[in-house]
């Protein structure tokens, strides 16, 4: 259990910059989660954090001492690899005992503990397996165990649940989260999955071309996005040009639309008459007797919902409707908007 | 497409014809002449006789051969190992712009034909050849030394030549280990030494072992080096094999010797593969669902 510092991390490969200025500082104990599209330096970061890559500049501490100059085994990372990386020749307790016998732990102590985690993961029974013949779950659960066995000072997870499908990757989701907090490790994790970063995060940093744009809670970076890249990428998003009427509030401000005037939320201090884009997640809105004009341009239903595409002014933003909603194509509709889901960010098209 | 059996056996029938006329029916041939007695007007006479068998074994002095064929091949694919495993873990290291070159390199002794090699040799080894002359100039040797003729020479000639078909596999072999294992094991607090022995000399086995087989066969069969290296001072079981039936005429007796040698080279290679089964069983790569 640690806390973690990056500061000011840079690399490129033959030129082509991988990472830019990564600062980052990782709460001991805490779960951060480095979100992003391929190609962002999510990756990179976690392999200059566990000594993979040489970083061209910058500086990582770790309770305020350098670790630059320790090679990956001098560490004390606990490694999760998206490909699992078990040792293939050895058995699932050959795997998780690697890292201890490493460390020259007594064998009596290293059976222990290897029995002890295996229990966490609940495949105690399949120790004396070669990891062939375990499925792809089981064998993430033998990487998890085998990293957390040697109680590191922090866990490093690159895309863990890439591999596996749906359903197993959402009971394996809960099962990392309930080890992180038991051990109260700290964790960094990469992975390009919104819901699995909100899910899993106590501080999710969306990083954008080898820079965090956004650090924050998952609460954060989904309702009070600070750019429209941040907002697209952490889940579905519609907009709408905006100009501030008036502020009504702290950070809170009536604005004006193509669909008329609703009242949204903010950064603090934005000008009237300031052009802006609104951001409206499709949960923020809903039929009612006041809002937005609009008409349906589209729906298709999903079976939980209708997925509605709605035209105001030129405009098109989506939402979701009840099932059992009936509305004919064309049909005018008036949209409540939620005022505290409705949120204001710069309109970078705007001069 | 299920593959019909007639058409299996039209994709199959060059391959059965080739290994029927040119493989069973020759050994099949060398089996039989085994058990004939000697003739001196054809190639083995009428009768039928265990007595060439009888001979081999009361013999010492063939299976003397026998054993220092075995001795000299099993050194040469020790030595072939040894010096391979460096190359082979720096081929599969280099970057796709260098490879090549390397694997040029690696193969290069196999692009000269056996009997200018084993020419270069003897000029290079003899009386007054480079060898001796730089260690002459060097003042280490007063007058030049015999080189050629020696067992070591042939070993050292047979072990250049090897040393392709035991990097080869053993690259592959290393090539398919996957680099994040070597990361895991760094992360898990294993020095560069510990990752080697753990991770990568276990893994390499599949390769290992293949290329001990492929260079353990070539030796002990290797004929035209050590008659040309070797001259008489070097006798080895091929040479032996070829004296009988060429010199002395008895091609029912060097049937016999082809046989045991065979069989001898047979029961070497089923002993390793069974001894190490397991360590092969454990390394094959690439068999994860």
Known sequence: MA???????????????????????????????????????????????????????????????????????????????????????LSVFDNVAYGLQARRVPKAEIAARVAEVLGLVQLGHLKDRLPRALSGGQQQRVALARALVIRPQALLLDEPLANLDAKLRFEMRWLIRELQRKAGITALYVTHDQAEAMALSDQVAVMKQGRIAQLGSPRDIYQRPRERYVAEFTGE???????????????????ATAGGEVIANGPAGLAAGSRHLLLLRPEALQPGAAGLRATLQGRFFVGSAQHCEMRIGDEVIKLYLPPQAELGEGAAVTLAVDQDAAWLLPDEAAP | MTARPWRLAILGAPALFLLVVFFVLPYGEIVMMS??????SAPYGDGVTLANYARMFADGHYLGILAETVAVGASITAICLLISFPIALHLSNVGDRWHTLFYACVVSPLLVGVLV?????????????PINQILLALGLIDRPVRLLFTVEVVVLALVHVFIPFMVLPITT????????????????????????WRVTLPLSFPGVQSGVILVFVL?????????????????????????????????????????????????????????????????????TP
């Open chain 1, 3 to 89: 806390q973690i510092e990056i500061a000011g991390l840079r690399k490129a490969y033959n030129g082509a910059v991988a990472i830019d200025g990564v600062d980052l500082n990782v709460a001991s104990g805490s779960f951060v989660t480095l979100l992003g599209p391929s190609g962002c330096g999510k990756t990179t970061t976690l392999r200059c954090l566990a000594g993979f890559i040489t970083p061209d500049a910058g500086a990582i501490r770790v309770e305020g001492r350098d670790i630059m100059g320790l090679g990956p085994e001098g560490r004390d990372f606990g490694v999760v690899f998206q490909n699992y990386a078990l040792f293939p020749h």
């Open chain 1, 237 to 255: 998003a519609s907009y709408l040009k905006a100009r501030i009427a008036e502020a009504v509030g702290n950070g809170r401000y009536r604005v």
């Open chain 2, 35 to 40: 058990f004939r007695t000697p003739s001196s």
């Open chain 2, 117 to 129: 090699r084993n020419f270069g040799w003897m000029i290079i080894l003899s009386f007054n050849g």
């Open chain 2, 173 to 196: 072999a290393l090539r398919n280990i996957p680099p994040s294992l070597y990361e895991a094991s760094r992360s898990l607090g294993a020095g560069r030494f510990a990752t080697f």
């Open chain 2, 219 to 287: 030796a002990i069969s290797a004929y035209v080096t050590p008659v040309l290296l070797g001259g008489q001072f070097v006798v080895l079981m091929p040479t032996v094999i070829v004296q009988q039936l060429i010199a002395a005429f008895a091609w029912p007796f060097g049937a016999v010797l082809a046989m045991i040698l065979t069989l001898s080279t047979l029961t070497c290679v089923l002993v390793f593969a069974f001894a190490t089964r397991g360590l092969a069983r454990r390394a094959a790569i690439g068999r």
